[in-house]
């Protein structure tokens, strides 16, 4: 390229009309500059992080908001002093239980009351599981009480017999709360359902259900016979909402004993 002011006088190449600290090549040039760039923002973000902790980020109230809401449990107690109790569904995916002439089988008389606890004590803020006949988790099971739902039969000698019977285990540690439950059921479902308690003998098969044997022995439980297949079907069937209520006021009823609801 000529030079204007003397043209017999080349200018020289970029090189030297480049100020002195720019000299070189400008591709090396961009390269480091995009190297020192990327040094920069990784230092920086091992820094932020080393400072940044989420539990001092966000207040407690703010992380509170963010978790969800544990079905069957208030927002404002803690799983440590959550209420729980088990309902177990007598025979449920085990066998049928009793089963009555017109194809009536308790198993699935047991379950539908069984659920409709579920859902009134839930509606208390209450854990509730429902739990069937040989159920896993009944092993060692730990709760506030668990109540094992079965009826009596169509065909046998007592079935002629209308009312309910109650049972509980006699080796449980836990006998006054034991007995107190057995109280407030026996209480609360007569008062609910218009049936009689029945005196009657326990069966042994009763007092030692595998039920009470598989449990923790300081969880109180009790099994009711809800009535009779034979002569109590208005309240088992077509009144299972007042056997679920009887029960249900029976647990709370016992809760409220124990000072663990108001």
Known sequence: ??????????????????PPHKKGNPRSYSVFRMIRSVIIIAVTMATLFTFWNPHSFFSLQN?????????????????ANRIRIGIQVGHYKHN????????????????????????LLGASQIETEVLNEYDLNLINYKADALISIHTRSCTDPS???????????ISAKETEKTNMLAACLAEQYAINTGLAFS??????????????LDINP???AVQIEAGSLAVDRGILLEGSDRAANGITAGIL???????LMN
């Not at 390229?1 to 970029?14: K, W, Y």
């Not at 002439?101 to 859902?119: H, M, Q, R, T």
Request: charged share 15%.
């Open 218 to 220: 300081q969880t109180p």
């Open 96 to 119: 049928d239980g009793f089963t009555c002439p017109d194809g009536i089988k308790e198993v699935d008389v047991d379950y539908v009351i069984a659920n409709k606890i579920s859902l």
């Open 199 to 212: 005196y009657q003998v326990i069966p042994d098969d009763q007092v030692n259900s595998h039920t009470f």
């Open 63 to 79: 992380s509170i908001a963010l978790l969800p809401t544990p079905a069957n449990a208030s927002s404002s107690s803690s799983s």
């Open 159 to 169: 079935a002629a017999a209308s009312g309910f019977t109650l049972s509980s285990s």
């Open 253 to 259: 009823c016992y809760l409220k004993s124990q000072g």
């Open 1 to 18: 390229m000529e030079n204007p002011a003397n043209p017999d006088q080349p200018i020289e190449e970029t090189e030297t009309a480049l």
